[in-house]
């Protein structure tokens, strides 16, 4: 079921991103009356048409999901056993002024780039639940610790920028991270006290760990709640021992667990032996023995040696603090536009540290890693998929604007040289263009292809 649930979302959101790309390109074509003759879904051979409108434009769902495009009336195109209409010739796209063909060929990105404004301004607009920024206890000598954060601390402005939860925290703290820098933080104790720390980035970004949470590498994560037993599984450990659903765990062996993590990590280190589980019921202390199962497993599947770890059984629930960010709808859409030009230059500028060898080519993702992270925030719920269908439709418009041919940015490229030498590149510089451009993608393509499965098999 999870497998299908995640091709599921994968299809919508990539349906969706393509349709709204070659849709810009469709309607900014017919703006300019160039005459369309196939809007294709996918790559390949049609597995369904149908024509529609006065040209009778063939609207097609092709046989590799994975792109769609829009052909357009153009003479270089046209099979010499089949001349174009000289009443058609005006409207071939090769025919059009330079302004319109770099308006065509503009608008399939701009799409992508207006509906990651449009979903971010309907989730500012109807709010959206995040955690707030309120953080653990920092690990010993990370720069977290250094710099003088404690535990319960709660983020309230990062280089003087306001922070309504963790998301915005993280956002503008992975900033710092990117750019190897200081960065200022005001904080609130869990008494109300307000103070400013600084904390030193340089030197943090994860070059070659793709999986690697940055953060982590600061020292800053989420404050976690005091855990509370969930669902306890028949004939478990932890039925066996008396534990019920709603119990409050305080400690394990004698030492305090203020957090879930702390929990799990004290059961698994525990296979077979026993341990005592102090919780809080209805008010009430109790002392409850338990010995966990000892049950064999690999080292997060990287190696052939098993290992015994503890398991009692035993859903661990406690709700993180939460607060609901909500923009009037002017402010949503200000915020939107924000986010999705922000998101476009971060974009960017990893691309760029990829290219210059200052982070590792490991980090470019392909459609399996993005199907299945599609599956995982659907999982979530509609404002996590929703988000994570906004963030893949920047990269896909800022990946088609990249200067390479074969994308709408390498055509751009033609078009402003076009404009700068008075008259069209030659047929044989743009076919060499085209050639070095494929192989470029296809490269791409490959080493994107070979991270995804090396994070599936790893």
């Given at each position: 079921?999870?497998?299908?649930h995640t091709?599921?979302?994968f299809?919508v959101?990539?349906g969706?991103?393509?349709?709204?790309h070659e849709?810009?390109?469709?309607l900014?074509?017919?703006?300019c009356?160039v005459?369309?003759?196939?809007?294709s879904i996918g790559?390949?051979?049609?597995?369904?048409a149908r024509r529609?409108?006065r040209?009778?434009t063939?609207?097609?769902?092709s046989m590799i999901?994975?792109?769609?495009y829009v052909a357009?009336l153009?003479?270089r195109e046209?099979a010499p056993?089949h001349p174009?209409?000289?009443r058609?010739?005006?409207?071939?796209?090769?025919r059009?002024?330079?302004r319109?063909?770099i308006?065509?060929?503009?608008?399939?990105?701009?799409?992508n780039?207006?509906?990651a404004?449009?979903?971010?301004t309907?989730?500012n607009?109807?709010?959206?639940?995040?955690p707030v920024?309120r953080?653990?206890?920092?690990?010993?000598d990370?720069?977290a610790?250094?710099a003088g954060?404690?535990?319960?601390?709660?983020?309230?402005?990062?280089d003087?920028?306001?922070?309504?939860?963790?998301?915005?925290?993280r956002?503008?703290?992975l900033q710092?991270?990117?750019?190897e820098?200081?960065t200022?933080?005001g904080?609130?104790?869990?008494?109300g006290?307000?103070?400013?720390?600084v904390?030193?980035a340089?030197?943090?970004?994860t070059?070659?760990?793709?999986?690697?949470d940055?953060l982590?590498?600061l020292?800053l994560a989420l404050h976690?709640?005091?855990?509370?037993?969930g669902?306890?599984?028949?004939?478990?450990?932890?039925?066996?021992a008396?534990l019920?659903?709603?119990?409050?765990?305080?400690?394990v062996?004698g030492?305090?667990?203020?957090?879930a993590?702390?929990f799990v990590d004290?059961?698994?280190?525990s296979?077979g032996?026993?341990i005592?589980i102090?919780?809080v019921?209805?008010?009430?202390p109790?002392?409850?023995?338990a010995?966990?199962?000892?049950?064999?497993?690999?080292?997060?599947?990287?190696t052939?040696?098993?290992?015994?770890i503890?398991?009692?059984?035993?859903?661990?629930?406690?709700?993180?603090d939460?607060?609901v960010v909500?923009y009037s709808?002017?402010d949503s859409?200000s915020?939107?536009?924000?986010?999705?030009w922000?998101m476009s230059?971060?974009s960017v500028?990893?691309?760029?540290?990829?290219l210059?060898?200052?982070?590792s080519i490991?980090h470019?993702?392909?459609?399996?890693?993005i199907?299945?992270y599609?599956?995982?925030?659907a999982?979530?719920?509609i404002?996590?998929?929703?988000?994570f269908v906004?963030?893949?439709?920047?990269?896909?418009?800022v990946l088609?604007?990249?200067p390479?041919p074969?994308?709408d940015g390498g055509h751009?490229l033609?078009?402003?040289?076009?404009v700068?030498?008075?008259?069209p590149?030659?047929?044989r510089?743009?076919?060499?263009?085209?050639r070095?451009?494929?192989?470029?993608l296809?490269?791409?393509m490959?080493i994107?292809?070979f991270?995804d499965?090396?994070?599936?098999?790893?």
């Amino acid at each position: 079921m999870n497998i299908l649930h995640t091709v599921a979302a994968f299809a919508v959101a990539l349906g969706v991103l393509i349709v709204v790309h070659e849709l810009g390109h469709y309607l900014v074509a017919r703006w300019c009356d160039v005459k369309v003759l196939r809007f294709s879904i996918g790559f390949g051979k049609p597995l369904w048409a149908r024509r529609f409108g006065r040209d009778q434009t063939e609207l097609a769902i092709s046989m590799i999901p994975l792109g769609g495009y829009v052909a357009m009336l153009d003479e270089r195109e046209a099979a010499p056993d089949h001349p174009i209409d000289p009443r058609d010739l005006p409207r071939a796209f090769n025919r059009q002024h330079v302004r319109k063909r770099i308006a065509i060929v503009l608008a399939g990105p701009a799409a992508n780039l207006l509906l990651a404004i449009a979903l971010y301004t309907g989730l500012n607009s109807m709010g959206v639940e995040e955690p707030v920024a309120r953080l653990a206890a920092p690990a010993v000598d990370t720069p977290a610790a250094r710099a003088g954060f404690r535990d319960g601390d709660r983020i309230v402005a990062v280089d003087g920028t306001p922070v309504r939860s963790w998301t915005d925290a993280r956002w503008l703290l992975l900033q710092a991270v990117l750019d190897e820098r200081s960065t200022r933080v005001g904080v609130e104790g869990m008494h109300g006290a307000s103070r400013e720390l600084v904390l030193d980035a340089q030197g943090l970004q994860t070059n070659d760990d793709p999986e690697a949470d940055a953060l982590a590498g600061l020292g800053l994560a989420l404050h976690r709640p005091m855990p509370v037993l969930g669902r306890v599984e028949p004939g478990s450990p932890a039925e066996r021992a008396g534990l019920r659903e709603g119990d409050r765990v305080v400690s394990v062996n004698g030492i305090y667990t203020d957090n879930a993590a702390l929990f799990v990590d004290a059961i698994r280190a525990s296979p077979g032996r026993q341990i005592t589980i102090d919780v809080v019921r209805n008010g009430q202390p109790l002392h409850v023995l338990a010995v966990p199962n000892a049950v064999e497993q690999r080292d997060d599947g990287r190696t052939s040696n098993a290992r015994a770890i503890g398991k009692l059984g035993v859903a661990i629930g406690g709700r993180l603090d939460t607060v609901v960010v909500k923009y009037s709808l002017i402010d949503s859409v200000s915020n939107a536009v924000q986010r999705t030009w922000e998101m476009s230059i971060f974009s960017v500028r990893m691309l760029g540290k990829m290219l210059i060898g200052q982070l590792s080519i490991k980090h470019l993702s392909g459609p399996v890693t993005i199907a299945d992270y599609a599956g995982q925030t659907a999982r979530l719920g509609i404002d996590a998929y929703v988000s994570f269908v906004a963030l893949i439709s920047i990269s896909l418009g800022v990946l088609n604007l990249l200067p390479i041919p074969m994308l709408d940015g390498g055509h751009l490229l033609y078009y402003l040289a076009e404009v700068l030498r008075g008259k069209p590149l030659s047929d044989r510089i743009m076919m060499l263009g085209q050639r070095a451009g494929l192989t470029v993608l296809v490269t791409m393509m490959a080493i994107a292809l070979f991270n995804d499965f090396t994070r599936l098999l790893t």
